[in-house]
């Protein structure tokens, strides 16, 4: 699974690296060590008449579907198997028309040795690269809020996983999808909206070749949050 990310970025280093063409919203502070339900950004594509527009904005990391009657769902929702995501009824939506990438500089993942211990691992590019997470959002209506205040509609997103290769699969049995840079348009694309498509961009993702590196335990607390999460220890 992903259930602890770094994005510790400007926006100012993502936003040409995606093409983006508007910023919605304000830019996050670094993040050593985001956890589920917390905002993260995300980059997508709207179609218009001119052609699509590319955005980047703030979402809440844990899906909600627009059928959702409360927001506790979301925390169960923050990753989306890809083998199933175009047929689970919380996901099938989304898969086909709400489709995102959410920028990564790496993600922790934690071991767990026959002892029952767990050994936190951060799992980053060979040359520290962005990874694109390939992600789904949705816009779910709060009950709670006026329709006519921007409020009411909560922006939300889940990361997709599937079994990690070899080289990544001492460490945790999931692994999220990482898209390479050049198939980021693909998966963005409005128009590509059937669940055969879908299928076979998810299928063509190649794996991931990440670096491993032992961190400390301290990660385990969302409440730390700094650049020294990210030291090797021994």
């Known amino acids: 699974m992903c259930g602890r990310f770094v994005s510790a970025r ?4 993502l936003l040409p690296l995606f093409d983006v063409d508007e910023r ?8 050593y060590n985001i ?3 917390q905002t993260v950004r995300i980059v997508l594509e709207d179609a218009a008449d001119d052609g699509p527009v590319r955005r980047m904005r703030n979402v809440r990391w844990g899906l909600l579907p627009v059928w959702a009657k409360d927001r506790k769902m979301a925390s169960r929702l923050i990753n989306a198997r890809s083998e199933t995501v175009t047929e689970k009824p919380s996901f099938r939506s989304a898969a086909t028309k709400r489709r995102c990438v959410v920028p990564a500089d790496g993600y922790y993942e934690w071991q767990k040795t026959e002892s029952g211990r767990k050994i936190p691992y951060y799992l980053h590019g060979p040359e520290e690269e962005v990874l694109p997470l390939v992600g789904l959002y949705e816009r779910w209506p709060d009950p709670d ?3 006519e205040d921007p409020a009411h509609w909560v922006w939300t997103c889940t990361v997709l996983t599937r079994p990690a290769t070899d080289s990544l699969g001492f460490i945790h049995d999931r692994a ?3 898209l390479p840079m050049d198939m980021v348009g693909d998966w963005l694309d409005p128009a590509a909206t059937g669940k055969a ?3 076979e961009m998810i299928d063509a993702v ?4 990440l670096v491993p590196r032992k961190v400390t335990t301290a990660v385990g607390s969302p409440r730390n949050n700094t650049p ?6 021994a």
Do not use: F, Q, W
């Open 24 to 31: 919605v919203g304000e830019e996050l502070a670094p993040s």
């Open 145 to 147: 809020v006026p329709e």
């Open 35 to 37: 956890a589920p339900t």
């Open 228 to 233: 020294g999460l990210l030291y090797e220890v």
């Open 176 to 178: 999220p999808v990482i």
């Open 206 to 209: 190649p794996d991931p070749e």
């Open 197 to 199: 498509r879908v299928n």
């Open 10 to 13: 400007k926006d100012y280093e």
